[in-house]
Every structure is written in C-alpha cells, then in structure tokens.
C-alpha cells in the first residue's frame, strides 16, 4: 500500500450531504480525514443549514461560536469546514452564492501548483449546476453511497423525478463516479462509463483495539446483564427495522439490547415510544458517544447486529460502514439479507427472514470462538479506509496523468 507521504496532491472541495460535526462518523468524514492527513488540502462544505429552530437550537448548545456564525468556516485538524447558511428559501439563488463564496475560499486556501478535484456527494443539493459551473476543479467526482430517490421525503412522483434528473445529470458531468453498493453501480453506470465500485469500509486501526477495555468498559454498559447484543448508528424508520428488534426483545426476554445513536420518525427527532420500542425492559437506548470513545462500547458486546429493513433504500444502495467496525473488534455480525453483504457470508450470519434473524443471534453466542474472531478481524483488515482511499487516488491519477 503506498504510504501516507507519497504520491501525487491535490486540492478538495468536498460538497457533503451532511455536517461535519454530525456525532456520527460517515463514509465522507472517513474519506476526507484520510485525504487531509496524506497531506491533500481539503475543504469540507456542509449541505447549506437553513436558519430555522433547530438552527438556533445548535447555536445555544454552542455547537456555532461568533467566529464560525460571520465567517460559515472553522477549522478541525487541517481540515476547514464550510457551513453555508439559507436565510431564505430562494435556494436557487443562494446556491450562487455559496458556489462563488466557496470559490473565494480555495482561492484563498488551496496551492495554486496543484490541481483541484470537485468532489460530490451531495448529488440533492439545489443548483448543483452552479457549483459545478463556478467552483474551479480539474476533476469532477460522485461518490455515490446512497440510493438518494429512495429516500421518504421524495413521497411523489414529481419529487422523485427530480432528485433522478439531479442524479442523471452529475453522473455524466463526472469524469469519474464511485458506488458503494452494487444496485448503485448497475444504476450509474446508464450515466457514465468510469464507474467504479467501491463499497465501504471501516477503521480497523481503531476498532481492533477495542478488546482492550474489556476489563474497563463504560459505565453505561458495565453492569448490564449478559448476554449484551449491541447495534450503533441512526435509528429511523426507513432503515432500522424496529419490528425486528421488538420480536428479537421478546424471543430473548435474558438478553441485554443496547441501542446507540439517534432516534429519528420522518427525519425529526423522536422517542422510543415513537419507533415503537417503548416498555421494553431489556432494551437499553444510549444517545449517540463521541467518535473518540465509541469502540469502548463494543467492547461490552457479545454480539452486533443491524437489523436494517429490506427496502428499495438498502437494497438498492446500502453498505453499512458500521459492518466492518464490527468485524474489526472482532464480534459476531447478524445482519439482513442486503446484497452489499453477499461476499462476506463467511464471516457474518446473513439473515433472510425475523425467525432466522432470531435464530442467528442465538447461534452466534454458541458458535463464537477465537478462531471466528481473527477470520473477522482478518477480513476488517482488508476491507480499511487507508485501503479504500489508495484505490480512489489511483484512479483519480490515471485521469489526471493522461
């Protein structure tokens, strides 16, 4: 694998669809962090905020000091991170605006000596046409890691089509596209020759060392009982399967679910109570823990789940990051039966109905042994980040040496 210090550099301008400060770690911050640590000059830009009441909400938890409130920037590492604001709902006009804005920027942050790369992930963002038009860059990329018209709030035909033509259109503008998941890579490729698959990954560096606090877990999880089946990430309704999870808690009445992360209905803020697992005893919801910190968590685990439904969203373009963060500590992975999982049945217990679900918890606590551990951990290793953005940068140089 090449090494951090080689190779060729470039400039980033990295349009998200979401924040930076998002508490939970992405494909894209995986990809950016990576990128700005080998040295590549990167501007992260947050998908514009619009200045409503959750706005204001963040602004008084602190999260938006004075500085980051006039300038949109602020710093993390050597990554700077652009957070436009919509004060209004012309977003076709600001998203002139914030493209010229973000120009300015690189002007003003990038080496004039290396060349620019537009890096797109946020394929729904309004005037996608603007920032490609206004924004300098010698390469144009989608990183495609979502199945985007799949997504709920695109509830009418009319809203579908566009994010499809918005789609359609940055696909055959790009002079080269990623897919994480193969109905992803089927769909591009209608839009563009230079597609390439490339399927999440996860951080095997930091995740492997988690067998290491075993005997200092977080307090939250050290005195639960035992057997604990753990799943971190986003809870919401067009993804987490709550049904499952509410016949998994009543099928193991002595087992320990312990849930880790938001909780969403619609895309807005919701309860237990709300996704339907409220007046469960043996399910245990913590709120989202710093990046820093989350591998102590899986550290109390005896097995992960991801008990995602099967829908036109994941199986057409799902591949959990958090798969091979789990694989990495080691643990058995009960997951549904998502395409993007196919090559890894060795490792994981794929799941084709509840009652098999069900019965693959309960196998891999039986089966679990050190053997098992290290094949897991042997695929997490390969399957990294650093691996993942060397495949990238490969070939984002064969274009750009041509």
Same mark, same amino acid.
């Given at each position: ?44 830009? +947050? ?188 809870? +919401? ?36 109570? +709300? ?128």
């Amino acid at each position: 694998m090449q090494s951090r210090q080689e190779g060729q550099k470039y400039n980033i301008v990295c349009l998200s669809n979401q924040i930076w400060d998002y508490p939970l770690w992405t494909n894209k911050k995986h990809v950016m962090k990576r990128l700005s640590e080998q040295g590549h000059n990167v501007i992260f830009v +947050d998908p514009p905020i619009n200045t409503g009441f959750l706005f204001f909400k963040h602004v008084k938890a602190g999260k938006w000091n004075l500085k980051r409130i006039l300038e949109w920037t602020y710093k993390d590492e050597n990554i700077t991170v652009f957070s436009p604001l919509n004060f209004f709902p012309a977003f076709e006009f600001l998203s002139k605006m914030h493209a010229q804005l973000i120009s300015d920027l690189s002007t003003k942050k990038f080496d004039k000596n290396l060349k620019t790369i537009l890096w797109v992930y946020h394929v729904e963002i309004a005037g996608i046409k603007n920032y490609i038009d206004k924004i300098s860059h010698d390469v144009l990329v989608y990183d495609c890691v979502d199945n985007y018209p799949a997504f709920p709030k695109y509830d009418t035909l009319e809203k579908k089509e566009k994010v499809i033509k918005q789609e359609e259109f940055l696909a055959k503008q790009a002079d080269i596209v990623f897919a994480t998941a193969p109905g992803l890579m089927d769909k591009l490729k209608k839009y563009n020759t230079n597609v390439h698959f490339m399927p999440n990954v996860g951080d095997f560096d930091k995740f492997v060392t988690s067998q290491n606090y075993k005997k200092d877990l977080p307090e939250e999880i050290r005195n639960l009982k035992r057997p604990i089946i753990g799943y971190t990430g986003a809870v +919401d309704e067009y993804k987490f399967d709550a049904q499952l999870v509410k016949k998994l808690a009543k099928d193991y009445p002595n087992y320990t679910f312990v849930i880790i992360g938001p909780l969403a209905l619609k895309d807005r803020e919701a309860s237990a109570q +709300d996704i339907g697992l409220g007046d469960l005893e043996n399910v245990v919801f913590l709120k989202s823990k710093p990046y820093s910190e989350i591998h102590k968590y899986f550290a109390g685990f005896d097995s992960f789940i991801i008990p995602y439904q099967l829908n036109d969203y994941t199986v057409g373009g799902c591949f959990p990051v958090k798969f091979h963060d789990a694989l990495a500590t080691g643990l058995p992975v009960v997951v549904t039966d998502l395409p993007a999982y196919a090559p890894f049945e060795d490792v994981s217990y794929i799941s084709k109905s509840y009652n098999e679900f069900s019965q693959n918890i309960r196998k891999s606590l039986e089966e679990d042994n050190e053997q098992r551990i290290k094949q897991r951990q042997w695929v997490a290793k390969d399957n990294n980040w650093d691996g993942k953005v060397s495949k990238m940068l490969a070939l984002i140089n064969e274009l750009t040496n041509k």
